[in-house]
């Protein structure tokens, strides 16, 4: 599903964000990606994304090498992934229903698909009596759950999550996360960047850990130099 041969990333300052970077992702898995602040665990998710660009190496997503998918095509590219941010990014002046059915907008979807799909994503993470609220009125771990379900309205195969339990107490983190295992668990690949090891240590799934943009472990196992 996703690999990383030899990447490397700087950003446009020098800042090298990601070195000589080698790592596999399988089909239908769930991995977190920990590591300090500044390890690079954005970095990697924003190149899956093709949010970035990297600078050396090759990154094959879902048998597409990235390099060869130019801007036009990046749109369609990510009608398969589902992108979380930690900040929800969510439109205040609308309604949850509208923030939730906008990537189905975009694509151009009939009104009659886009309140099935909504309303079934609502359901998913227990918010379908919210769609006429505005996201301001809602908690925070509401509002989270709303990216969420904006994040895979559109079924995607792949789901990237950037720190999706940063700003949420312990109680509301593993709620979270115990959603996105239940979208995993019907397939979709779940990719997650996260500092909080003790919550993934519970989670029992594929850990890979960065430090200083290099990999130091994957899937429990040390990562020689």
């Known amino acids: 599903m996703i690999r990383f041969t030899d990447v490397s990333m700087h950003y446009g300052d020098g800042n ?12 239908a898995a769930m991995v977190y990606v920990t590591g300090r602040s500044g390890a690079g665990k954005s970095s990697l998710l924003r190149l899956v994304a093709l949010i970035e660009r990297h600078n050396r190496g ?7 090498n990235l390099e060869r998918v130019t801007g036009r095509r990046i749109p369609m590219f990510r009608r398969n992934i589902g992108f979380m941010f930690q900040d929800h990014r969510l439109l205040y002046d609308r309604t949850v229903f509208d923030n939730i059915a906008l990537p189905l907008v975009i694509a151009g979807y009939r009104y009659q698909e886009i309140r099935k799909r909504v309303h079934a994503a609502l359901d998913k993470v227990g918010l ?5 609220v505005s996201p301001i009125a809602l908690s925070g771990g509401e509002q989270q759950r709303v990216g969420i379900a904006r994040s895979v309205v559109h079924r995607p195969a792949l789901l990237l999550a950037d720190e999706p339990t940063g700003n ?6 593993w709620d979270i996360m115990k959603l996105f295992e239940q979208f995993n668990q019907v397939g979709v690949t779940v990719l997650i960047a996260s500092h909080d090891l003790d919550m993934i240590k519970k989670m029992n799934k594929s850990i890979i850990t960065l430090r200083e943009g290099k990999l130091l472990t994957h899937i429990g196992r040390t990562i020689s130099e």
């Not at 090759?58 to 597409?64: E, F, K, L, R, T």
């Not at 949420?168 to 983190?173: G, I, N, Q, R, T």
């Open 16 to 27: 090298e964000a990601l070195r000589r970077l080698n790592l596999y992702v399988e089909q």
């Open 58 to 64: 090759q990154i094959i997503v879902n048998g597409q």
């Open 128 to 132: 379908l009596n919210k769609e006429k």
């Open 168 to 173: 949420l107490d312990p109680a509301l983190s």
